[in-house]
C-alpha cells in the first residue's frame, strides 16, 4: 500500500470517528461512555479494504440507538455497542476471547473521567489475571472451551452433509484456539488474520498442532472432516491433562474434606443400586449407576479420592455382577475414610442419633 492510499484511508477513518462523536455528543450524551479504536488500524495491520473496528461503551439500552451498518467505497462499517455489564465484564475476567479490545483499544473519546476509570478497573482485573502464573485459574477457563469443542465434535455425527459437518468442525477447531489461548494465560492480540502466527508463539502446544490445525481446514469428505478434527480434539486435551498434572496440586483425602462423603455415597446410591439391581429393573439401575459415577468423579476431583470407574461394570443382563462391584467400591471408600481416621456415623436407633444430631 503506498503512502497516498494508506492517508486517505486514515482521513476518511477520522472523519467517521468524528461523525460518531458528533453524533453520540449531540444525541447520546449520558448514553454512550467511551469510543475506543481496535482491530486493524490500532496495530497498523490494515489494508485498503480493512473495515474500521470502533468500541463504543453504551451506558444504556438507548445507547444502542447509535447503531448503524453501511457501506462506504466498497468497505462495509458496523457502528456497534459493547455493554460494560456483559461484553467488558467477561473481556475483563477473560472470559471472552476480545480481551484486545478491552486491554489495548485506542481511546477516542471519554464522556466523564469517571468512565474511564470505570474502565481501568476492568482492564486492571484483566491484567492481573494475566499476571498469574499457569494454573488452575486458566485451566478452567480452558476447560469450559474444550467442552465446547467436544459438542461442536458431537455435532459433525449429527449431520451427513459436508456442508454442516464442517461448519461444526469450525466450532471445534474456534473452540480450541480459545482453550490454548486460556492454557497459556493470554490473549489473542492481532486477530484471525494472524491465528497461525500468534498460536506458534504459544509456550504450550500440542505438537505438530499448525499440522492438525490445516488439516481439518484441507479436508474435502465428511470422514476427513470428522478425523481430523478429532485429531485436534485429542491433541489439545493431551496438552490439557498434561498440564493440569505439572500445574494444578491435587487434593488429598483428609478429616477436613472427606467428612460425610461416604455417608452421602451410601445415602444416595447404596440402597438404590442394590434395590434396583435386586428387581432386574435395567432402567433405574443404569440411571442410578450414572448418578454413582458422577459423584464418585467429584470426590476424585474435590477431595483427591481414588478414581474408579464404576460404569465399565455396569452389564444390562448381569445386574448382580455390577452390585458386587459397587459394594467392593463402597468397601475401599470406607477403608480410605477410616484411613484418615475417620468414623462413619452409622446409629442402631433414634435416640443416639437425636444425641449426636443436638451436640
Known sequence: MNDEIKKQLLNKNEKIINMVIERVKRDFPDDIAIIGLSGSFQTGD?????DLDLIIINNNDHGWK???CFILDDVGYDIYCTPWDTRIKDQSTLESNHASCLLDMQILYCGNPEYMDKLNKYRQNALDILAKPIGKECLVRAKKNIDLAKQNYA????HDDIGNVRFAACGVVYNLINALVSMNNTYIKRGVKRY???LASLEHLPENFDTKYISVIKAASVDDVRNSSLNLIKSVIALYDSMCENFIEKPVPSKENAVGTYEELWCNYLNKVTLSCDSGDISYAYNVAMGAQDYLDE???MIGAKKYNLMQYFDANNLIMFKEAFLDIVGEYEKMYKKINLKPEMYDNFEDVYKAFMN
Open 66 to 68: 447509535i447503531s448503524k
Open 155 to 158: 455435532e459433525t455425527f449429527i
Open 196 to 198: 497461525r502466527e500468534e
Open 299 to 301: 470426590m476424585t476431583s
Open 46 to 50: 490494515f489494508h485498503e479494504k480493512s
